[in-house]
């Protein structure tokens, strides 16, 4: 099992939750120039991260990695309670963090994307802070009497640490959102998340660039 990842992406969730399933497993730490090469646009023709290479399976897609990694190690429980309602809750918080939240970041990492006036960059990436804080009062919102987005402990909350972990580097304020700090001071206090954390920046610390 190899984890294809680069520092502070969203590959860092499936990092954390390999830590957490604590089998053995490598990582191929790439860049942002590395995942747009030949040799590596050929086994992910995407050219992003996370990929995981499972045998001769090769995995692309946060949520898809997120869901094989909980369903190949059943007995972590980062699936739910075993039921199918258990499972369509933390996909419905996968799914959020995935195509709401994540995306939110986009006009701020990569405004040329979306305008070609560089002048225009800065008022864009103000308004997509706007949508980010919106949807962290929600997820705090969900905090608010659980220690997990589902109650139980998940392969979604590797990915929310990850998008708090943006929205710090990024300037999206939420330090008024206690549940959230809270959960982010959790998992930086977690040892498995410590352990990703400085295998791929070298430290763990909470003031890490995303
Ligand atoms: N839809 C993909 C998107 C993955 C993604 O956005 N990866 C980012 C890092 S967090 C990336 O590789 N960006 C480089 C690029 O878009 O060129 C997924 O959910 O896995």
Known sequence: MKLYYFPGACSLAGHIVLEWIARPYETVRMS???IKTPDYLAINPGGTVPLLKHDDFLLTENV???GYLGDLNPE???LGDGSAKGRADVMRWLAFLNSDVHKAFKPIFV???FLDDAAAAGPL???ARGHVRHYLERLDAQLRDREWLTGERSVA?????VLLRWAKAKGVDFSDLSHLMAFRERMY???AVQRALTAEEGHAS???PA
């Open 64 to 66: 898809a990695i997120l």
């Open 76 to 78: 972590a429980g980062l």
């Open 189 to 191: 206090g977690d040892p």
């Open 32 to 34: 942002l120039e590395s």
């Open 206 to 208: 909470a003031g890490a």
């Open 111 to 113: 405004p040329g994307r």
């Open 125 to 127: 990436a103000e308004k």
């Open 157 to 161: 909350d590797p990915y929310l640490f």
